[in-house]
């Protein structure tokens, strides 16, 4: 079945029948179609698969996909059309320009959490392009997948834009075949899986996964337009967002003050009871309602099931004593040297094609050396994790995690060896912004750094010296929303980038042209036998090259 999906894509595509400007401007007029006259089914998947809110859903996935979609159309002369560069003197006469060609068969690979954005905004910038797309949306937000299934073939070319469901079976089916581009969102994990498929056959791929994206806050920031913002980037789809603020790291004349005001901010957005709020959505499955349990400060998180009090007593024990390990261990850790460090206590399990999870497997994230002044220590703060301020209540049976705020992370938490991607926000007292920026640099390079600073130095330095996928002074998600900027990772956090003319050619491919009229000759001069006059005509040649 997926190899007979690709033959047909393969054949339609060699047909021209996606080459001509009119059929690309009919496919996205026709997603825009798709998206705005299917509002309702669309957030009712999402509210299915992820217990989105309705706003979110409009404003973050379906408004976005139109928008880009129109944007693209609009300057698809402009971006098609040839465009002449300058030829070296010594061809003269001559002519030189490239083009933008499609690059053929391409295979979109997309994830759970944003299931309608980051499955059709790659898929309008590959239409754009000229291009038959296969469409891979993720088993795990499966009320979305079934509804893009249905969808798309009443809305687009049946022959140029197929819909594959399934899992990671029919992915690595998928993978088999000699696609001419592969974009894939979601962990790394999956996307060595995907590179290296894609390596046999010498397709070209464009990974956009994740990490540890950080947020610098100093006292120069305006402390409540910092918590709100934060909060924002943070909590929107209940943390699952790839370049939310996964950490922060504030100066400790602004850290305490910081704190209090995300969780104002927290009840401002939510409510008192976030849980009852229609705003506040919930985790995609078990596996990472669990795995994020696993982050928050032990004894936070009751047993699955209710104990005898003998065994409530010797689980009380047992988690005092796992404490009391945990800082036994960052201690000694300090004292041995990032050789002896433990590693993570939650490892998640093999996460499967589409996923967004990014488990800190390039282990860059979880062998990080601190040094001890970089981070300081707050006073009454006894578990790794740190001190829960807001938040901090789960319920398994709806797969709610409140809105948490940690103060005083250390460093060697659980909670700081992975990009979270849930409702968990650590916030770790740093020196100053020096110590801020070493920190980031000893980890993974992140799809997204934020700085909450009006200090032009402070700011200049971080975009200096860190890198990442993205830099945002006092913006978090902003680069996400925008058909004008590249979004894309470096480094561990992806490879290429995408969003209006950056995605254009990322599907295709720039071609070179070049032309000399066959009258007058004059290569002649350069032709053999090299004989002594040549010899001389090369050398003045190059004293004016």
């Avoid at 979305?144 to 969808?151: I, N, P, V």
């Avoid at 229609?278 to 928050?296: A, M, S, T, V, W």
Wanted: proline share 7%; hydrophobic share 45%; with cysteine.
């Amino acid at each position: 079945m997926t190899n007979q999906t690709f033959e047909q894509l393969k054949k339609t595509y060699e047909s021209g029948r996606t080459r001509p400007l009119a059929w690309r401007r009919a496919q996205l007029n026709a997603l825009r179609r798709l998206v705005t006259e299917n509002r309702d089914a669309f957030v009712s998947s999402a509210m299915a698969d992820l217990g989105k809110p309705a706003a979110e859903t409009v404003l973050m996935e379906l408004n976005l996909v139109a928008g880009e979609a129109q944007f693209v159309r609009n300057r698809l002369g402009l971006w098609t059309a040839r465009h002449p560069k300058a030829m070296h003197w010594m061809l003269q006469p001559a002519a030189g320009w490239t083009i933008a060609e499609p690059k053929g068969v391409v295979f979109i690979i997309s994830p759970w959490n944003y299931p309608v954005l980051l499955a059709l905004e790659p898929m309008a910038d590959a239409l754009a392009a000229g291009n038959a797309v296969c469409l891979k949306p993720s088993e795990l937000s499966p009320n979305t997948s079934k509804l893009l299934a249905e969808l798309v073939p009443q809305y687009l070319d049946t022959e140029a834009v197929r819909v594959v469901e399934g899992g990671p079976k029919e992915t690595g089916d998928l993978l088999k075949n000699p696609f001419n581009h592969i974009f894939y969102t979601g962990g790394g994990h999956v996307g060595k899986i995907v590179m290296r498929a894609a390596a046999e056959n010498l397709t070209p791929v464009t990974l956009e996964l994740g990490g540890k994206s950080p947020c610098f806050v100093d006292r120069t920031a305006d402390i409540n337009v910092a918590a709100r913002r934060i909060a924002w980037g943070k909590f929107t789809n209940a943390g699952q967002t790839c370049v939310a603020p996964d950490y922060v790291l504030a100066t400790p004349d602004v850290a305490e003050a910081l704190v209090k005001r995300i969780a104002v901010a927290v009840t401002e957005f939510y409510g008192e009871d976030p849980k009852a709020s229609p705003d506040f959505g919930r985790i995609i499955n078990d596996r990472h309602f669990e795995r994020l349990c696993k982050l928050l400060p032990v004894g936070t998180v009751p047993p699955e099931e209710p104990s005898s009090p003998l065994v409530q007593v010797a689980s009380a024990v047992g988690a005092a004593m796992d404490m009391v390990g945990r800082r036994f261990n960052a201690v000694t850790t300090g004292r041995g040297g990032a050789g002896e460090m433990a590693g993570s206590a939650n490892n998640a399990a093999k996460p499967t094609a589409g996923s967004n999870m990014a488990a800190a497997d390039d282990g860059a994230i979880a062998s990080a050396a601190v040094e001890p002044s970089e981070i300081h220590k707050v006073p009454g703060v006894f578990d790794l994790a740190g001190r829960i301020v807001c938040g901090g209540k789960v319920d398994r049976a709806a797969r709610y995690i409140a809105p948490t705020v940690l103060y005083g992370t250390s460093p060697d938490a659980p909670v700081m060896k992975e990009e979270i991607f849930g409702p968990i926000l650590p916030i770790l007292v740093v020196e100053d912004a020096e110590s801020a920026i070493r920190f980031i640099n000893k980890r993974s390079r992140p799809l997204a750094a934020y700085v909450f600073s009006r200090d032009h130095e402070v700011r200049l330095t971080f975009e200096r010296q860190t890198s990442s996928g993205a830099l945002g002074y006092s913006l978090p998600l902003g680069h996400l929303l925008s058909s004008r900027l590249p979004f894309g990772g470096v480094g561990a956090s992806g490879i290429g980038a995408y969003h209006g003319k950056a995605g254009f050619l990322t599907f295709s491919h720039v071609k070179t042209v070049v032309t000399k009229p066959q009258f007058p000759d004059t290569l002649r001069l350069v032709y053999p036998p090299f004989n002594e006059a040549k010899a001389k005509l090369f050398d003045i040649i190059a004293k004016f090259s």
